[in-house]
């Protein structure tokens, strides 16, 4: 593998030093991203020079990893998969939701991928060429699909095993989820996200947002993953909501989103770990008027889940209220959880009718609300 990345320069043809946003290989930075103001209309014309600055961006990865992994491909993707790499690198499963709203291993574009490289292919479009016709090439998806899962799966593993490209990766991200809001948060189904997140005795969504502003309260997304993004977009409205992960990548991501739909003032992320003792936590103590774990439970162990009782505790204030969404491999794990949170003085039910089993993983999921009692 090269030392310093390179790519082909098409005019001089000859390498020259990879440019990369935080100048990894080079010492250099290429173009800026485009200016903006906090509230700025998206208008087309705007949402272009975004996609042309990820686009840009995207293609200066995607010669990264044709280089080093020495594999052309790379440089025929779709932009898009870079972003798609880059959660899988850093975020993992967590990222489900966005990596199948971009859909690389769908595209077309990925799978006609292949065919390009293929010198079959390029001798026959040469003779296309040649004969001043127009040529089509159906897609084997079955045959490509195997070939691109595995590149980006080489993809992932080279960008995990490079961190300092992380937070330049987990910025190109928020651009790209910011760039194509259409194609990737406009499919997210985000009515039915914001009543799973938000919502306390059966007011929901946007009721439930506008009670706690009415309140003057503040909202804490706990392991908020890379998913905070769709209702951040989506609220025109909105609390403060501070929202923790342990991961950095998360964190990044969600912030320097913030930024670009300038709400960075509402939507605070922090690296805040649940499970660590809470007079350690970044939250505002006693500051926070709901909070929410969706998915987070699973990923803890049973050992520390009375930290996390008594991390809830600190951050909420007296009567603020809490929910979790999550699945256990058995009933008794969902009770253990229930009796601790009883315990640290919360009161806390589960709803009967929340309680099913998931097929995929065999887990079953359970929703608990409660509320804090002093
Ligand atoms: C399955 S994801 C759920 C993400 C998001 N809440 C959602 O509903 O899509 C679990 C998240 O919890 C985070 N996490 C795991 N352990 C944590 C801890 N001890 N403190 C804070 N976050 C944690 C992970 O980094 C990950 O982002």
Known sequence: MAQ???????????????????????GRKVMPPPSLRPGDVLTPKKIGTYRGYYNAQAANYQELLATELEQEVFTHFAPATIADIAYNAYAGHESGISTRLIGSEE???????????????????????????????AINTAA???????????AADYFAQRPELMADLAHLCAYQAFAFLDRTIGRAGFKEMLGT?????????????????????????????TSALF????????????????????????????ELIGRSETYRAIIDDLTAPCSRSALPAHGI???????????????????????????????????????FKTEGNIQGLLDLLRQR??????DPATVKTENEEHRIMFEIEGQKQI
């Open 4 to 26: 310093c990345a390179v790519r082909f320069d098409i005019s001089s043809r000859q390498y020259v030093p990879l440019m990369t946003r935080s100048g990894v290989g080079t």
């Open 107 to 137: 595209d077309e574009q990925n799978h006609m991928a292949f065919i390009k490289i293929n010198p079959t292919y390029k001798e026959a479009m040469e003779m296309v060429q040649q004969l001043g016709l127009k040529g089509n090439v």
């Open 144 to 154: 490509t699909h195997e070939l691109l899962c595995e590149q980006m799966d080489r």
């Open 197 to 225: 997140r938000f919502s306390h005795h059966g007011v929901q969504g946007e009721a439930f947002i506008k009670e706690i502003i009415k309140q003057g309260g503040t909202i804490a997304d706990l392991g908020m993953g």
């Open 231 to 258: 209702y951040m977009y989506y609220l025109q409205k909105s609390p403060v909501v501070y929202m923790t992960d342990v991961s950095q990548f998360n964190v990044s991501l969600s912030q320097r989103f913030a």
């Open 289 to 327: 008027s709901h909070a929410f774990l969706r998915g987070v439970m699973h990923h803890i162990d049973d050992a520390s889940f009375p930290n996390v009782c008594d991390y809830l505790f600190h951050i909420l204030r007296p009567r603020g209220t809490f929910r979790v969404i999550d699945g």
């Open 345 to 350: 003085g919360f009161s806390a039910t589960i």
